[in-house]
Nanobody, 123 residues
Framework: VQLQASGGGLVQTGDSLRLSCAAS????????MGWFRQAPGKEREFVAG????????YFADSVKGRFTISRDNAKNTVYLQMDSLKPEDTAVYYC?????????????????WGQGTQVTVSS
């Protein structure tokens, strides 16, 4: 499956952004989807995950209550709604896909990755 992330940008503290990740090439609904982020000098970290049907979602503690993940299997797209953004949310955000089990919190569990979209939150 090919993934294309979009929607990043430069915003101020407290603003909102919605990231999108469009999938193509395989049956989208067969894949758990995850969002990860990587800040300069840091390791890639889990942000949110969603099951194939969208029935269950998972979040990192750092974004719980501020971010929402959703998917539209008819449009082959997963979204990350980010509210109340903070400077520490600044990173390149990646979407990822995996067919096995439940959405995992480690990057190595995912076989397919989008190219990343930059999110910068100014203070």
């Amino acid at each position: 499956v090919q993934l294309q992330a979009s929607g990043g940008g430069l915003v101020q503290t407290g603003d909102s952004l919605r990231l999108s990740c469009a999938a193509s090439g395989r049956t989208f609904s067969n894949y758990n989807m995850g969002w990860f982020r990587q800040a300069p000098g840091k390791e890639r970290e889990f942000v949110a995950g969603i099951t194939r049907s969208g029935g269950a979602t998972y979040f990192a503690d750092s974004v719980k209550g501020r971010f929402t993940i959703s998917r539209d299997n008819a449009k082959n797209t997963v979204y990350l709604q980010m509210d109340s953004l903070k400077p520490e949310d600044t990173a390149v955000y990646y979407c990822a896909a995996d067919r096995v089990g439940l959405p995992q919190r480690v990057p190595s569990a995912y076989n397919y990755w989008g190219q990343g979209t930059q999110v910068t939150v100014s203070s």
